[in-house]
């Protein structure tokens, strides 16, 4: 059975940094694919960055770009989202998402989530 648990959101000022981290269990870690969505009520889910577990390709949305940086650990089973520069519209419920493969496909393809982590940034 495969597990995904998200953790390291919170409150934070805005230009503040957070990293959220994300474990993984029941799958071969070393070959998913593995996503940061984010989603706020009322709107669709959005894919903030994903990266490939073959290759080490790299996704992210236009809205992060030189602000996040994803990044994952394969002894340990763990992805990670270093956030900075924080913008109070980046506050939302932030998701750690994994599939067998291809990153950019739409949210509802990934196949294996975790039940998502609150990260509000206040202005």
């Known amino acids: 059975q495969v597990q995904v648990v998200e953790s390291g959101g919170g409150l934070v000022q805005a230009v503040g940094s957070l990293r959220l981290s994300c474990t993984a269990s029941?799958?071969?870690?070393?070959?998913?694919?593995m996503a940061w969505f984010r989603q706020v009520a009322g709107k669709e889910r959005e894919r903030v960055s994903c990266?490939?577990?073959?290759?080490?390709?790299?996704y992210y949305a236009e809205s992060v770009i030189g602000r996040f940086i994803v990044s994952r650990y394969n002894a340990k089973n763990t992805l990670y989202l270093q956030m900075v520069s924080l913008k109070p519209e980046d506050t939302a419920i932030y998701y750690c998402?994994?599939?067998?493969?291809?990153?950019?496909?739409?949210?509802?393809?990934?196949?294996?989530w975790g039940p998502g982590t609150q990260v509000t940034v206040s202005s």
């Open positions: 990266i490939s577990g073959s290759t080490g390709f790299t």
């Open positions: 998402a994994a599939r067998d493969r291809y990153c950019q496909v739409p949210w509802s393809a990934y196949k294996w």
């Open positions: 029941g799958l071969t870690f070393d070959d998913a694919v």
